[in-house]
């Protein structure tokens, strides 16, 4: 329940922020805005090309969600 509430705290701060921009407005705390893990939540080791954490990336890729993506072996 703590990580939902923080993902949507997350997100509610990137809308204001946009919102901000948006307007010319400077915004108060920029700093305050941050990625998060769209599927758990984390928002250590995030990946902004896919949006989702490092450990959320690799278990997807294992079972061949993410297109153009594979397990490399060598």
């Known amino acids: 329940m703590a990580r939902l509430a923080l993902k949507v705290k997350t997100q509610r701060r990137k809308q204001n922020l946009l919102k901000d921009l948006a307007a010319g407005k400077k915004p108060h705390h920029p700093t305050r805005v941050y990625n998060?893990?769209?599927?758990c939540g984390r928002q250590g080791g995030y990946m902004r090309k896919f949006?989702?954490?490092r450990i959320c990336f690799r278990e997807l890729a294992v079972k061949g969600k993410i297109m153009g993506i594979k397990k490399s072996s060598w």
């Open 36 to 39: 998060r893990c769209k599927l």
């Open 51 to 53: 949006d989702m954490c």
